[in-house]
């Protein structure tokens, strides 16, 4: 991976194309046989969509993993009893088309946290009383045990520090690395290689609470940290909040991975949910998706999620529901018809499965309208199939509508691999366009005339699309 602060712009592929454009060839989730990209199917512990519509979708997307909620108040309804129904079909389903699901395991239950103002007793910790602890242990071994060869990687609780699920009390590291210390033995005895997920954290600001988990011993309980990093311009202050984050988790257990659990944008204004009150559309919605998957895949975070599969109607908060909707799915929750964020997703699948490793090349750019212009691209690189990958975009303001700029790309491919064949990939749209051979700038570099865009655009060798 390479991050440069020259500028860079989306490729205007039709004006250096040598030949027609074609459609980016996209694939079914069976069909990739290992990638970093998860989509969200939580909240049906609340069921607020209808999974069966989402399957055949699902399916040609191309995505390997996805976030599933456990819904202990869904599924013990009576005291000791368990049905497990609905997320059977759930799991089953998901593994039939190629994704596998991993869990988060969180929420309370009104049968033994009856303070809570909801029936899926949403954030209300099961830490308050013995009867409830007990209850908790029992609900953790008996899920453990139904899923131990189907499900192998468990997120323990979502966002603890945040006040709406963190109750009845206020959210507190101790507390929550408590919860985790007394799941995580019993996740490890019944489920062989069993990874562990902690921290969903809400945000990347909350240092002191990060810090005061560790200290307490949160790193040596689990194998992996998530987080949830909603912002509306994806990148700003991404990279140095996620070095911040591993700053600590180094301190404590070097090299651990790190995960993007959650994070969405909707794809209009108003509503319920995270960043509601913006100017979103659907095609600004799918922009920010690609600059969300690109930005987490170039700073190595080894999952990126992308909440959520589908529109949440009558979202339903702590305190119940809301009666508005959640627009963060790439399908619309009227028809279940896919918006394009969904096809931004699947072309993203497409290229950046396991195969495609980030990689430190150069790429320089020039002739922006203005220097600063030019300081704000966004520049990251991969390598796949043995040629080079350079993406590129302009980091704007998603809801301003911006113009691309035309500049000069220098590339240094010789160090990387093969470009014989260059073409362009507009990830919006999968447009593929034929470049003619770049011209040679001296000392090995090569250059392309391109377009920046508010989104990410690639060049590459057409091998890499075989």
Sequence with gaps: MHR??????????????TGTARKLKTRPSKSIAASPISIGFETLDRQMFQPERCYPHLAQLGVKWARCQTGWARTETSKGQYDFTWLDGVVDSLLAIGIQ?????????????????HESAVGWVPLNSPE????????????????????????????????????????????????????????????????????????????????AAFAAGLGGLVDR??????????ELHYAADLRALRGIVDRYKPGMPLWQGENGAPSFKGGAGALRDL????????????????????????????????????????????????????????DYTPKPSYYALQHACALFDAESKPADLLMRFERGRTPAEERLVESVAFLRRGAPVYVYWNPTDLMQDSTPSRMRMAVWSGEAGRLDRPVSVDLLTGAVSTLPPPASKGGGARSFDVAVHDYPVLITDASALD
Aim: net charge positive; aromatic share 14%; no cysteine.
């Design 279 to 334: 100017e979103w559309n659907e095609t600004r919605q799918a922009k920010w998706l690609l600059r969300r998957v690109l930005s987490d895949l170039s700073l190595k975070v080894e999952l990126t999620s992308y909440f959520h599969t589908v529109d949440m109607a009558n979202y339903v908060w702590a305190s119940g529901k809301s009666s508005l909707v959640n627009a963060k799915g790439i399908l619309r929750g009227t």
């Design 101 to 117: 699901p991993w869990f988060n395991l969180g929420y309370g239950n009104r049968l033994y946290t009856p303070g809570a103002t």
């Design 4 to 17: 440069r602060s020259f500028l860079q712009t989306p490729l205007a592929a039709a004006a250096a194309q």
């Design 225 to 234: 940290i998530s987080y949830h990093p909603y912002r509306a311009i994806p």
């Design 132 to 211: 409830a602890r007990q209850a908790w242990v029992r609900f953790v071994g008996t899920i453990a045990g139904r899923y131990r060869t189907r499900v192998k990687h468990w997120e323990l609780w979502n966002e603890p520090n945040g006040a709406n699920f963190w109750q009845p009390d206020k959210p507190d590291p101790a507390g929550y690395v408590e919860l985790v210390r007394m799941t995580a033995p019993i996740l490890r005895e019944r489920i062989p290689g069993v990874t562990l997920i902690g921290g969903a954290f809400a945000g990347l600001s909350a240092l002191d609470y990060f810090e």
